[in-house]
């Protein structure tokens, strides 16, 4: 019994204040009314697709690159110094702003991200995961939008 008491104390004090894994359905719905559905001719399937295989539609997800060493920030795992915060933050703002769970930051730093010459493939684990895929569309299965 203390044993299971200090786990669940342990797992409370590793859990970050306000972390939540979103829905499928909450994460789609988020995308669309940020206007990605078509936004530089990609579907919100493809959008959908990307949350989930970068951070498992966790919107305060951060994790770093053990390969290039570089730290990606929130649902699209959007990295430091190129795209927020210090270096060339192309997309003006800070790291943190895009953990935040309504996803505004994160829609329009990913805008300007796949307005560049890659598109989406600026996003290895899309052009991996989803730009192939044949079973896109499950990715909307029984969300209401």
Not at 8 to 22: F, Q, Y
Not at 84 to 101: I, P, Q, Y
Not at 110 to 122: H, L, N, R, S
Not at 126 to 138: A, E, H, M, P, V
Request: negative net charge; proline residues 2%; charged residues 20%.
């Amino acid at each position: 019994m203390q044993a299971c008491l200090v786990l669940l104390l342990i797992s409370c004090w590793l859990t970050p204040i306000g972390a939540s894994i979103l829905g499928r359905c909450v994460v789609a719905k988020r995308l669309h009314e940020g206007g990605l559905d078509y936004f530089e001719g990609y579907s919100l399937e493809n959008w959908v697709c990307l949350a989930y295989f970068e951070s498992k539609f966790n919107p305060s997800a951060v994790y770093e690159n053990s390969q290039d060493g570089h730290i990606g920030f929130g649902l699209f795992q959007i990295r430091q110094g190129e795209w927020c915060d210090h270096g060339k933050n192309l997309c003006s703002v800070s790291c943190s702003a895009l953990l935040n769970a309504n996803l505004k930051d994160t829609i329009e730093c990913a805008k300007k991200i796949v307005k560049g010459k890659q598109g989406m493939g600026a996003w290895p684990t899309w052009t991996k995961n989803c730009q192939l895929s044949d079973t896109l569309d499950r990715w909307l299965d029984g969300c209401d939008l």
